[in-house]
């Protein structure tokens, strides 16, 4: 059986042997398994929406435990706290405990997107930027996962 990491997302931090153009270094990838059990595959991004990637075709299998080891784990995407106040160049702040939704780029560098109360509208919600700040991997260690329930569009 190969040593071959668990699905989630990943950073590449080397070519993938005999796949350098699709899988470059540097890189966002996503490590899964077919439902039947079958061989692990790795992904490209494909469509990203609302802050998140999602992945479709082509698929490549992941046959390879010496490149597999070579990759970045990353955290899920999804909504968090932060651990600290974030400070900006020219003034301004996120607050310790502010509600963020991680997502990435392509590179595989996280990205956060502060939660908004929007004051003036009469629905009790959060709202996420498609504009956020790109952090550097120690700060993604620290976030705190924030449960927040999906609801089906279908429930409302």
Do not use: C
Not at 50 to 72: C, H, I, Q
Not at 131 to 152: F, N, S
């Amino acid at each position: 059986m190969l040593d071959l990491p668990d699905p989630g997302l990943y950073r590449t931090t080397q070519p993938m042997p005999g796949h350098e153009d699709a899988f470059p270094a540097g890189v966002l990838v996503y490590v899964g398994q077919p439902q039947n059990g079958g061989v692990k595959f790795v992904v490209r991004p494909g469509q990203n929406r609302n802050n998140r990637w999602f992945w479709g075709d082509p698929t490549t299998p992941l046959r390879s435990p010496s490149w597999a080891k070579t990759l970045r784990a990353l955290p899920s995407e999804g909504f968090y706290t932060l651990p600290e106040a974030v400070e900006f160049e020219g003034g301004g702040r996120w607050l310790k405990n502010a509600i963020v939704q991680l997502g990435y780029n392509e590179e595989g560098r996280g990205i956060i997107f502060v939660g908004e109360q929007r004051e003036a509208d009469s629905t009790n919600a959060l709202y996420f930027s498609d504009r956020g700040m790109v952090v550097e991997d120690t700060m993604l260690e620290r976030l705190i996962w924030a449960p927040i329930l999906p609801v089906p569009a279908s429930s409302n």
